[in-house]
């Protein structure tokens, strides 16, 4: 079992930049790839970034790369997110999720925790 807590959500405008961060419990967090989504009201629930259990291999949804870093830390069991050069469109709620392989994936179905979510609200 994986309990994960993000935080770092918040307000920004056009091309600031904010840093999420997600927590995990449990004693085998090196033994998950770990990702981000995020789901914009009355949207589906999008892939936005994934790394998988050492940090070496790491995806990026389309329209946030060259902008966003995802990045972990096994020895404090967290993951980040770093969003530079916000856009209006990156508004949404971010969720973290913990798949237990050790090989990252960009899919919704393949993840098996999930945190409770962070909002992100960028304006003009």
């Known amino acids: 079992q994986v309990q994960l807590v993000e935080s770092g959500g918040g307000l920004k405008q056009a091309g600031d930049s904010l840093r999420l961060s997600c927590a995990a419990s449990?004693?085998?967090?090196?033994?998950?790839?770990m990702g981000w989504f995020r789901q914009a009201p009355g949207k589906e629930r999008d892939f936005v970034a994934a790394?998988?259990?050492?940090?070496?291999?790491?995806q990026y949804a389309e329209s946030v790369k060259g902008r966003f870093t995802i990045s972990r830390d096994n020895a404090k069991n967290t993951v980040h997110l770093q969003m530079n050069s916000l856009k209006l469109e990156d508004t949404a709620i971010y969720y973290c999720?913990?798949?237990?392989?050790?090989?990252?994936?960009?899919?919704?179905?393949?993840?098996?925790?999930w945190g409770q979510g962070t909002q992100v609200t960028v304006s003009s």
């Open positions: 999720a913990a798949r237990n392989a050790y090989y990252s994936g960009s899919r919704y179905s393949e993840y098996d925790y």
């Open positions: 449990g004693r085998t967090f090196n033994s998950y790839s």
């Open positions: 790394i998988n259990w050492s940090g070496s291999t790491v």
